[in-house]
């Protein structure tokens, strides 16, 4: 039924690969935020040759935002033949450090048997270009849509996403009458279609405690103990109690159909910073991050009240234990109705170009859905994009190209449908 459409698309398998390695070469670390404007900048230009209206938008004053580390966003807007639906497509433009363990450049964008290579190529420099090779196509082929298209490229999505989507949501860019429809090409696999995330609570614990010289312990307390009698009762009750509670949310993997906790880090007595002997000290203090990741079918107060009850317990029962909380980040998991008109198009898309039914799946950790949901008040987004959400944020890092041409013949298909109903 698009046979030239998805034939032109083939014929760009070169330029998919090639925006891919472009967007790869700008090293976009997250954190401190490097190289953000040159990329949307570069993001910008290509847009705007191709008849894009392009803006950018500085987050000045957000969190993160400096003269250093400017937090530039980038929207581009075409317009179609007259009033109509807007179908958005937006990328985090940002990547995490390139780690450990690499045997290539992380930012040199390597191809190698069908991949391309590199840190963000399939977190997300691989789905943006996908998406905007999909559009592209559209233009050339020539149809004669109403409504609009949109791309944006957005920052800080791997730390929570406020000087990008969340940003920009509040200055009505994810709202109606807008944006009708959007599509986040994250990396959750050709053939899914991503219509929410389980619910994420940080928050960091501390221990009280007296400092006493370290060889006469008695006379002081220690804040490090007091933390192991915490932790201990993470790995007895806890942990065993999150395991059972499982979701109708069709999570992937597997694993995380379920309450999970990490412990994200701890610290506790003297600071690490120096090469010297450390001194015989009794800690006062110790504190840690708890990652608590949680299901629709449950209460938020409810998640944050069963770590208070074991922390309170513990007061009770261990002469001087003190603590205090601090919740440090929280959003509520989202959930897009399975047959919400983007879902459907999608999941349309994915039959038609791979001949094979359409998965909807839920991700196991947040990403800037969130934000469309609770600020910009949209229900109609998903995630859909190429590559494998496994190989995000690992080394050798990457994403196949034939994923990157097929993902975009259904982005392509699925944009025809949402503005044009059944005449696509
Ligand atoms: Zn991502």
Redesign the pocket.
């Known amino acids: 039924m698009h046979d030239e459409l998805f034939r032109r698309i083939e014929d760009k398998t070169d330029e998919v690969v090639a925006l891919t390695r472009e967007l790869i070469g700008f090293p976009t670390i997250n954190p401190p935020g490097e190289g953000y404007a040159p990329c949307a900048e570069f993001l910008g230009r290509r847009l705007e040759g191709r008849g894009f209206e392009v803006a950018y938008h500085r987050a000045e004053g957000v969190v993160g935002d400096s003269a250093r580390y400017p937090r530039t966003n980038v929207v581009a807007r075409f317009e179609g033949r007259g009033p109509g639906p807007c179908v958005h497509f937006n990328g985090?433009i940002d990547v995490v450090p390139p780690g450990r363990g690499w045997s290539m450049d992380p930012f040199a964008g390597e191809v190698r048997d069908g991949k391309v290579y590199g840190r963000g190529a399939c977190?997300?420099k691989g789905g943006i270009a996908a998406a905007v090779i999909a559009l592209e196509a559209i233009l050339e082929a020539g149809f004669d849509f109403p409504g609009a298209i949109e791309v944006s490229g957005t920052v800080d999505?791997?730390s929570g996403g406020f000087a990008g989507v969340a940003y920009l949501a509040e200055q009505g860019f994810f709202s109606r009458p807008r944006v009708d429809h959007v599509i986040i090409p994250?990396?959750l696999n050709v053939d899914r279609v991503c219509i929410g995330h389980r619910g994420v609570w940080w928050a960091e614990i501390e221990t009280k405690g007296r400092v006493a010289h370290g060889s006469m312990p008695f006379l002081g307390d220690c804040a490090v103990r007091h933390m192991g009698a915490f932790l201990e009762r993470i790995e007895r009750e806890l942990l065993p109690a999150l395991a059972q509670k499982r979701t109708k949310m069709p999570v992937v993997p597997e694993g995380a159909r379920q309450s999970t906790l990490n412990v994200n880090s701890i610290h506790g007595g003297l600071a690490e910073d120096f090469d010297g002997l450390p001194a015989p000290m009794v800690p006062d203090s110790c504190r840690m991050v708890i990652d608590r990741r949680y299901l629709i079918e449950e209460d938020p107060k409810e998640v944050k009240a069963e770590v208070v009850a074991i922390l309170d317990a513990l007061g009770r029962e261990r002469p001087g234990f003190a603590y205090d909380l601090r919740d440090v980040l929280e959003f509520a998991p989202t959930l897009t109705d399975a047959d919400a008109p983007v879902v459907r198009a999608v999941a349309a898309g994915i039959e038609e170009v791979l001949g094979r039914p359409a998965e909807r799946v839920v991700s196991p950790g947040t990403?800037d859905q969130k934000h469309v949901v609770r600020i910009g008040k949209l229900k109609d987004c998903i995630a859909y994009g190429p590559g494998i959400l496994d190989l995000?944020h690992q080394p050798d890092e990457y994403v196949a190209i034939d994923d990157m041409v097929a993902s975009a013949k259904v982005m392509a298909v699925a944009t025809l449908a949402l503005l044009m109903g059944a005449a696509a």
């Open positions: 985090h977190d997300m999505e791997e994250e990396p990403y995000a």
